[in-house]
């Protein structure tokens, strides 16, 4: 059993950042891909963005390409999201995921393991 525990959430304002970090228990870290998914109140969860095990292939949903980053230390065995630039839609309940494969989709059913959750609010 893999256990992820995620934290960074907090309030900010629209243009502001915030960096969400995801703690895995796997250790290597590096033997899944690993993703960050989202989810608003009233909406499904969405993919966010993905990493391929090795860090060399990522993949970002259209709504945050080229304002969010992810990002992994395989030595401390933890996961980022770097998010700038953020706006009142990226209000949600953010959630770190260990994927099936070396490298994955932005697909739920493609995730084994999933973190409690970190709170995102972004005000006008």
């Known amino acids: 059993q893999v256990q992820l525990v995620e934290s960074g959430g907090g309030s900010v304002q629209a243009g502001g950042s915030l960096k969400l970090s995801c703690v895995t228990s796997?250790?290597?870290?590096?033997?899944?891909?690993m993703a960050w998914f989202r989810q608003a109140p009233g909406k499904e969860r969405e993919g966010v963005a993905v990493l391929s095990v090795d860090s060399a292939s990522s993949y970002y949903a259209a709504s945050v390409r080229g304002r969010f980053t992810i990002s992994k230390d395989n030595i401390k065995n933890t996961l980022y999201l770097q998010m700038n630039s953020l706006k009142p839609e990226d209000t949600g309940s953010y959630y770190c995921?260990?994927?099936?494969?070396?490298?994955?989709?932005?697909?739920?059913?493609?995730?084994?393991?999933w973190g409690q959750g970190t709170q995102v609010a972004v005000s006008p």
């Open positions: 995921a260990e994927g099936k494969a070396w490298m994955c989709g932005l697909s739920t059913s493609e995730y084994n393991y």
């Open positions: 796997r250790s290597p870290a590096n033997s899944r891909c």
